[in-house]
């Protein structure tokens, strides 16, 4: 039986290639290479499936262009650079790579918390530069994070996984707003209290988004939001770029009206909205809150299982849009 062909949209471990190569014919970018959207469409056609990041948009013009295409495997478990209708119409299947990042990326999620509220890179910065040539009282003096009150937007998996290391390992008074309410067990083990969302911005001391992105979402965070937060608040995104107006929390951050913010996705990244780059009182890192060799690992191979899964035998792991293969 003729093997289908295969695009790798960026390059992925070698074992990961190694599996694909075992049921496919595959075609991959070299590492490092990002190709343009004509030549994705143009490499993508004649190809049965294709292995995406969150950086290739999968519309009704690129599906028109690749009649062939059966599945688009993302390795990510946000899909927002899926056009989701465009691909069912299409008879197209999408998978995302859930699950396997919850806790990584809430480590992460913790992490930014922690260097934001403490000036880690700020104060590093300051000792590199060698301005440190005294002890003071005051010396990069952040914010409480022990027993102070963790918000979180959106709470799902990761978000829940927050707030299990928020109220269990720092003593936080933990509140969410979600557009569900989650059941009592589970509000229960995360210790969280649901509230409405003008009641988590004006009482969240750090306030953590990790709610998906929708165009309903764009700019859930704009200047009218952040003057609802206390002026010694921080502000961390690890959910996607387009949920936060950067333009106004690079003001809101200048003029001090909130603490600091730790942002690890941007708008329009992998650009970066100029003034985030001149404040100081930002952490800024390039989309790595599930940047584990395990986790991308297991991210990879879920995303090559989904794959094998569907295009070998018949069964995905993860679809979106499981009315394609009923
Ligand atoms: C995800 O899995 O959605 C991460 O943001 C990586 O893109």
Known sequence: M????ILIARSVFPEVEDKLRQHFQVETTPPGVVWSTAEFIERLRGKAGVLTTGGERIDAALLAACPQLKIVSN???GYNNFDLDAMSAAGVLGTNAPDVLTETTADFGFALLMATARRIAESEHYLRAG??????LDLFAGAE??????????????GQAIARRGAHGFGMNVIYHNRSRLDADTEAACKARFVSK???LAQADHLVLVLPYTPAAHHTIGAAEIAQMKPTATLINIARGGIVDDAALAKALRE????????????GEPKVHPD?????NVVLT???ASATIPTRTAMAMLAADNLIGYLVHGKPLTPLNPEVVA
Do not use: C, N, Y
Request: glycine share 10%; charged share 15%.
């Open 256 to 267: 001090k009206r909130i603490a600091a913010a730790g942002l690890d996705v941007f708008e």
């Open 75 to 77: 390795l990510a478990v």
């Open 145 to 158: 994070v022990h027993g102070s009150t963790l918000g979180i937007l959106g709470m799902g998996r990761i």
């Open 286 to 288: 390039p989309h790595i």
């Open 131 to 136: 301005h440190w040539t005294q002890w003071s």
């Open 2 to 5: 003729t093997q289908d062909a």
């Open 198 to 200: 003008a009641e988590l």
């Open 276 to 280: 985030l780059l001149t404040v100081p």
